[in-house]
């Protein structure tokens, strides 16, 4: 039951981080992206900013035994970088670039009900669905 | 296309480029560096069409 209300918390928190940071503003994203026209820098350092205090924090979660509240720690396996890694990004930055949205900040702003975001998160998922069609776990 | 991508390159924003990094993970800055670089190219090109250069 306290994992459900730590995991509230910690998704609220990461909600309101990426709202304050401007990662829900998709013309804010496509200024960043926009490096040869007029590009806004600023979310360099939400990333920066973000990385530092969980680098930070991950040196010192991994000299404990276990965390606080799960049983165990859930870590993705460790494995090399492939083909499938780089497509998969690469299409994923076209569809950043093309919507100004990404998964998480998509996530937040359904919250706005407003239709170009539901119909990106609709498609998001249907984008999930057809690959978990093709390459089965 | 962002659906599609974050479950074929295993992350997103927050999973390779914060979380993924934060743990020194190779594949993370890999998937980070093409996902941004693929990002600013496709911003490039769209430009191109729209300012009708």
């Given at each position: 039951?306290?994992?459900?209300?730590?995991?509230?918390?910690?998704?609220?928190?990461?909600?309101?981080?990426?709202?304050?940071?401007?990662?829900?503003?998709?013309?804010?994203?496509?200024?960043f992206l926009d490096v040869f026209g007029a590009w806004d820098p600023t979310l360099v350092f939400v990333m920066v900013g973000a990385i530092g205090v969980n680098g930070l924090?991950?040196?010192?979660?991994?000299?404990?035994?276990?965390?606080?509240?799960?049983?165990?720690?859930?870590?993705?396996?460790k494995r090399p970088v492939d083909g499938k890694l780089l497509c998969g990004a690469a299409l994923?930055?076209?569809?950043?670039?093309?919507?100004?949205y990404c998964p998480g900040p998509a996530l937040v702003s359904l919250a706005s009900l407003q239709g170009d975001v539901?119909?990106?998160?609709?498609?998001?998922?249907?984008?999930?669905?057809?690959?978990?069609?093709?390459f089965p776990i | 296309l962002v659906g599609f991508g974050t479950r074929l390159g295993g992350g997103c924003t927050s999973g390779h480029g914060v979380c993924g990094i934060s743990r020194f993970s190779l594949r993370s800055l890999v998937a980070t560096v093409t996902f941004i670089g693929v990002g600013?190219?496709?911003?490039?090109?769209?430009?191109?069409?729209?300012?009708?250069?």
């Amino acid at each position: 039951m306290r994992e459900i209300f730590v995991a509230l918390f910690c998704g609220f928190l990461f909600g309101v981080g990426l709202l304050l940071s401007g990662m829900t503003l998709p013309q804010k994203v496509i200024g960043f992206l926009d490096v040869f026209g007029a590009w806004d820098p600023t979310l360099v350092f939400v990333m920066v900013g973000a990385i530092g205090v969980n680098g930070l924090a991950y040196v010192f979660i991994r000299r404990r035994q276990g965390p606080v509240v799960a049983s165990t720690f859930h870590l993705p396996p460790k494995r090399p970088v492939d083909g499938k890694l780089l497509c998969g990004a690469a299409l994923f930055g076209v569809g950043w670039a093309l919507a100004g949205y990404c998964p998480g900040p998509a996530l937040v702003s359904l919250a706005s009900l407003q239709g170009d975001v539901t119909v990106f998160v609709i498609f998001m998922a249907a984008g999930i669905w057809v690959h978990n069609r093709l390459f089965p776990i | 296309l962002v659906g599609f991508g974050t479950r074929l390159g295993g992350g997103c924003t927050s999973g390779h480029g914060v979380c993924g990094i934060s743990r020194f993970s190779l594949r993370s800055l890999v998937a980070t560096v093409t996902f941004i670089g693929v990002g600013m190219l496709a911003v490039f090109i769209l430009s191109l069409f729209v300012h009708g250069r």
